[in-house]
């Protein structure tokens, strides 16, 4: 029982198409992230919102587009794919309540653009 | 700005002690964290550090903070092959996202 899903887990797609990656979480939490992993680049910030009516842009939003439909969900869209979108991308959450102020991070899902 | 950095890789036997170091450079950082990501999988929180500490230890994990020079690292004692996966420094400053490091490449030699 994951507390952090994604889906989908894998997606093939082809340049110029549009995509959509989901993020739901039961942990109740407010803030919700999108990054992407790149081989050497480690995770850069796409976009992230600390609560359903916020939404702000992160290190390379270019290209993308969020919606946060409910505290619990926060989906990234790719309006137009293109190959150098090809990557791995993770959803996170966290609590600012929390001691530690970490975050929590889905499975991830592995986006192939074509 | 927010920089974390990191050496990419890092080669150790089983058995021996890694140590992977991390800098970063604000001096704002309230935490500091080690997320461990094995292969196919998420980032998973290994241990964080709070910025008016020293050192840290949980089992097998040590972690030193040096504020002066803005250094972080982490020493995994008695290292095995399970422990091979890429770790991320990340640091906070307690409202903004995390920044992370590129992250280091632990490879564990039988």
Sequence with gaps: DADVTQTPRNRITKTGKRIMLECSQTKGHDRMYWYRQDPGLGLRLIYYSFDVKDINKGEISDGYSVSRQAQAKFSLSLESAIPNQTALYFC???????ASSEQFFGPGTRLTVL | GEDVEQSLFLSVREGDSSVINCTYTDSSSTYLYW?????????????????????????????????????????????????????????????????????TRLSVIA
């Design chain 1, 92 to 98: 996170a959450t966290s609590d600012p309540g929390l």
């Design chain 2, 35 to 103: 997320y461990k990501q094995e292969p196919g999988a998420g980032l998973q929180l290994l241990t964080y550090i709070f910025s008016n500490m020293d050192m840290k230890q949980d089992q097998r994990l040590t972690v030193l903070l040096n504020k002066k020079d803005k250094h972080l690292s982490l020493r995994i004692a008695d290292t095995q092959t399970g422990d091979s996966a890429i770790y991320f420094c990340a640091e906070s400053m307690g409202n903004t996202p995390l920044v992370f490091g590129k992250g």
